[in-house]
């Protein structure tokens, strides 16, 4: 009886720490891979490193190519794209 009374505390913790910081921190993950993979040229972005430019060309699954200068563009890893500022629409079909 005594076993299980020392025990509850600790699932108490693990619960609440799972709902105030791992549950939120797997959904900001998400969204961030949500984010990146919808990623196409004309969209403006911030990467990591504080970089603002355009995305000119999206290379493959890893890469896109961003303009941060007018004929500067340098080859950026899509995980390290931070937000997209503006958003280019889809071309009509």
């Given at each position: 009886m ?5 025990i509850i505390?600790?699932i108490?913790?693990?619960?609440i ?6 549950r939120?921190q797997?959904?900001?993950l998400k ?7 919808a ?7 911030v ?9 000119t060309?999206?290379k493959?699954?890893?890469?896109v ?7 500067v563009?340098?080859r950026?890893?899509r995980s390290?794209i931070s937000?997209?500022?503006s958003k280019?629409?889809?071309a009509k079909?």
């Amino acid at each position: 009886m005594q076993g299980i009374q020392s025990i509850i505390p600790l699932i108490l913790v693990f619960g609440i720490m799972y709902f105030l910081l791992i549950r939120p921190q797997q959904k900001k993950l998400k969204e961030h891979q949500q984010m990146v993979a919808a990623l196409r040229r004309g969209d403006q972005v911030v990467t990591q490193g504080g970089l603002i430019g355009k995305v000119t060309k999206v290379k493959d699954d890893n890469e896109v190519e961003v303009e941060i200068a007018s004929g500067v563009s340098v080859r950026v890893v899509r995980s390290s794209i931070s937000a997209v500022t503006s958003k280019t629409e889809p071309a009509k079909a």
